[in-house]
């Protein structure tokens, strides 16, 4: 089941950055410049964190670059059932495909959020705060500029009425 999302667009120019994926004016990398549009989704959202991180190939490309990615890895995971991550299909039909690769899939980096890291350096999970890390979704209809990022969101747009249930008391003697 493909989800609702709350999501924003964000533009920046591939031609700005460098082949280590650094930006030319000021040494700034992708992955850098991806934070701060996920500290702008959080603002424009005050409740929410982006979750999902949407952008095609050359801009998956882009960020492995910033990343310093060995060779052998691959960000992102290709969407199957059209322009929006479905959780339910998405992961098994890549791993599936993966299988076949010679190349390690990433499918996910620290959000912006995880500021605390552990023994290892590795970021620690905030599930009460929801900080979760950053799917990376490669969505072959996206522009070589452009980037989306996006919290999935339980509205379906229904109208919902609120029930009243009536529960026992039982007193314990």
Known sequence: MIEREISERYFFNLHDFNEKGRR??????????????????????????????????????????????????????????????????????NHEIDKRSKNIYVYGIDSAFMTEFDKDGYPILDEDGDIFPLTLLIDKTMRDNEVRLAVPTLDDGDETEDVTIDVPHFEYA
């Not at 882009?62 to 310093?68: G, N, T, Y």
């Open 24 to 93: 030319r004016k000021d040494g700034l990398s992708f992955r850098d410049v991806v934070r701060e549009f996920e500290r702008d989704f959080h603002a424009r959202h005050s409740t929410e964190y982006a979750l999902n991180f949407y952008g095609n190939s050359k801009t998956m490309r882009l960020l492995e670059k910033s990343c310093d990615a060995a060779p052998f890895l691959t960000y992102g995971m290709d969407l199957t059932q059209g322009t929006a991550f479905d959780a339910e299909h998405d992961p098994y039909i």
